[in-house]
């Protein structure tokens, strides 16, 4: 018995009228940004190819929650082959149109592509399953699930149960060709008890309701949570290139120096959503809610206010909205922006590639610029306008260190190969000086032409970036560049990972430009490799190495720092669950080192747990702030005298051939 074909009007009208509502939909959501603004930022798609097939095509940051990734991997193949499935393989069966596939595969044509569609739509329900399962059952803390998300989960389960059930029910009377539909042939037989009349009835009504809930879907995309299925994508491709260690420049002091006029133009961070530009109301607009940042996040490990989550959706609910209300206050507390570490680990973690640190640190901007600061906040700022480091203490303490470590300055010798930046912390702090020592051990060891700024070193501007003090930043910058140019630097080696990215990853924005930097690790492991230096004295201790954000994360150091341990004669190096570029913060970043939030536990107390569980002596550290923060911790938790935290140069300056 042959089934009629559905009427081709009615559904012309159908898909008609899905098309329309999309379209409107389509129009309503884009005119807050524009359709320009999207144009103009595809100049970015030809270096983000790789990024766009990795994460968006291979769904490769969904994938690393396994249970999840397969589930989204399944709907969204299943759904694209479907929809791919109806819109060209059907047209030839539906409207008798010899396609150039049915004129070069003829009967082959159907076979095929009914095999195809049967086992992609039962993987599609399979999918669906696993996320109901997810939402309903599992629930984990880190998702919320409101009524939206279970009806458009189930509106996806019966498009995909009505599409078997109408190919099962079709099968019932075409007997033949159930072996290209095995899904469906499975299903067929318990339907074939079924009297005739009925099951023709049912095989109507299921061919239609299936028509009609994909019609309701495509058209409902724009209006609902279905959106991210072209955002996300979307905000992937017109991804800026800018290194993910640098944040958004909102202007260049240099051309307001020299333009006075322009600076009335300039906006001091995000007072509301409509102080962004175009890019990142996408960016906004692209968040799917799914709770992956506020799951890897410090400030929600220690309960802190921020979840970088809900930054993300109260940005969104403004915009959605069109309200254009201060943000700072009645939508978002203080306490939320300044908890944030700007560790970024929410960042490489999120599936839409948000830009959380950007957003939150264009708020403390606004903070800033509205002079909303405490007293240890402003006691920085003023520490580094005043003297010009992050301590308050004086310049000429630099070169007394110089001295008392006997390195010539640039002053001296300015025909060096590398110009050490030692940086604050470990210029002044009487712990964070002994890593300086160590690592000027190891050079002079190793016969490394090198200098230092003594007096004239100053602060490299981190910390007022970083706390939304663009302006002081800039200043700061700005002088140092003018500084390497003065004494012809080519190579710069710093200690400290935040340095170490300012130098190297913001200010190249600023005119910093064909100058080399490196992390004392990187140098390290390259004379270790190269037999300039030797490691043979045996450190006989069980340790585990403490990756900073700063410079695994964001600059995807970490291989050089184990490749130096593996050389260590007696050292048994053991990994923690968070390391590499999925470190976990000490706490200390964004500024965080010189103010304090209210938490219910310090994060560095958190990530030196995690470390201490694996039963180490040792904690190696390659940042002088992670030192101070996990050093604080073990003084908190009272086992400051049973674990060791020390610097990766102290461990290889014991183990140096020759000391």
Known sequence: MDLAPPSPTIMYILATGSLVMFTYGFYIRVRVYGVSGFINQLKY???????????????????????????????????????????????????????????????????????????????????????????????????????????????????????????????????????????????????????????????????????????????????????HILAVPGNVAIQSDKPLGSLITPFLLSELLSNPEAMEKVRFGIGNVWDLDWPRRFMVDSCTNCGRCDEVCPAVASRRALKPRMIIQKLKKQLISGEAEALIGSVISEDEVWSCTTCGKCMITCPAWIGHVDFIVDLRRWLVGNSRLDKKKSDLLSNLAHSSNSLGMSQWDRQELAAKLNVKTIQESSNIEYLLWIGCLASYDSRAIKITESLINILKSANISFAVLGAEETCCGDPARRLGEESRFQEIALNNIELFKKYGVKKVLTLCPHCYNTLKNEYPKLGLLNIEVYHYSELIENLISHGAIKLSNPVNTVAVLHDPCYLARYNNIYSQPRAILKQIPGLKIREAKNRKRKTFCCGGGGANYWYEVPEEKRISVVRLEELTSLNVERVITECPFCLAMLEDAARIKGIDEKISICDLTELISKSLSGV
């Open 45 to 227: 798609f030809s270096r983000n190819y790789t990024r766009f097939l990795r994460d968006v095509l291979l769904q490769g940051r969904v994938l690393s929650d396994p249970y999840i990734g397969i589930s989204h991997l399944l709907i969204m193949y299943g759904f694209l082959i479907l929809l791919f499935g109806k819109v060209v393989l059907g047209f030839p069966f539906l409207f008798n149109l010899n396609l150039p596939l049915v004129l070069i595969f003829k009967d082959s044509y159907f076979r095929y592509s009914s095999l195809i569609m049967d086992i992609s739509g039962f993987l599609f329900i399979v999918g669906v399953c696993l996320a109901l399962i997810r939402r309903v059952v599992i629930k984990p803390w880190k998702l919320e699930t409101g009524l939206e998300d279970i009806i458009a989960l189930v509106a996806l389960l019966y498009l995909g149960l009505s599409g078997l059930l109408t190919e099962s029910f079709k099968l019932v009377f075409s007997p033949y060709s159930s072996i290209w539909s095995p899904i469906g042939s499975i299903l067929s037989s318990p339907l074939a008890t079924i009297p005739t009349n009925i099951a023709v009835a049912l095989h109507t009504l299921f061919w239609w309701s299936h028509i009609l809930a994909a019609c309701i879907i495509v058209a409902a995309i724009p209006y609902s949570k279905l959106w």
